[in-house]
């Protein structure tokens, strides 16, 4: 299975700013997506991070608030603008596995906004 | 859009086994998926079943597919305390985005 890492593992931010959140996989694989987990929820897909180009997004997520980078096959980032306490959740990546019927998670981020 | 249902919550007995259900609506899936989060942690593949396979054991676990009532189940034989966690049901569809349940909250007691 892929080892995957997430940074911060935990943050506590102030409304209005931003937060870069990164996943790294210890192994190239094609696909990589981002959720979100709401307090007390099931997990949402905000978007397939796509290799060189830009991110595909769910319904009622944009990319000017969750803006995504993915640079190469192995690491993507996740970024939370403008915050408001909304934003508070469990953000966490996952990926395709070497098996392409596998999807692993990372550790996720929890992030508090006040 | 794929909607998928479970029970909220379980308590079951030390020893016992557990079943967890799920429901889902999207015909065209490929693959359902059972993954445990325990708290403050990530997310734990446990098992996947390919939709035209109608059962798949694993050690403790025994995944049961009826594919055409659109009814997934798992059970946890012997359940022990570490089994503790939320479990979550997820199918996944030709795009490769899995969409999740609710979660089931097991409780297991002494």
């Known amino acids: 299975s892929a080892v995957i890492s997430q940074k911060p593992s935990r943050d506590i931010c102030q409304r209005g700013t931003s937060l870069t959140i990164q996943c790294q996989v210890d192994?190239?694989?094609?696909?990589m997506f981002w959720y979100r987990q709401q307090p007390g929820q099931s997990l949402t897909l905000i978007a397939t991070a796509n290799q060189g180009s830009e991110a595909t997004y769910e319904s009622g997520f944009v990319i000017d608030k969750f803006p995504i980078s993915r640079p190469n096959l192995t690491f993507s980032t996740l970024t939370v603008s403008n915050m408001s306490p909304e934003d508070s959740s469990i953000y966490l990546c996952?990926?395709?596995?070497?098996?392409?019927?596998?999807?692993?998670f990372g550790p996720g981020t929890r992030l508090t906004v006040l | 859009g794929e909607d998928v249902e479970q029970s909220l919550f379980l308590s079951v007995r030390e020893g016992d086994s557990s079943v967890i259900n799920c429901t889902y609506t999207?015909?065209?899936?490929?693959?359902l998926y059972w993954y445990k989060q325990e708290p403050g942690a990530g997310l734990q593949l446990l098992t996947y079943i390919f939709s035209n396979m109608d059962m798949k054991q694993d050690q403790r676990l025994t995944v049961l597919l009826n594919k055409k009532d659109k009814h997934l189940s798992l059970r946890i034989a012997d359940t022990q305390t570490g089994d503790s966690a939320i479990y979550f049901c997820a199918e996944r569809g030709d795009d490769y985005k899995l969409s999740f349940g609710a979660g089931t909250t097991v409780t297991v007691r002494a």
């Open positions: 192994s190239q694989v094609t696909m």
């Open positions: 996952s990926v395709e596995g070497l098996a392409v019927n596998e999807q692993f």
């Open positions: 999207d015909s065209s899936s490929t693959y």
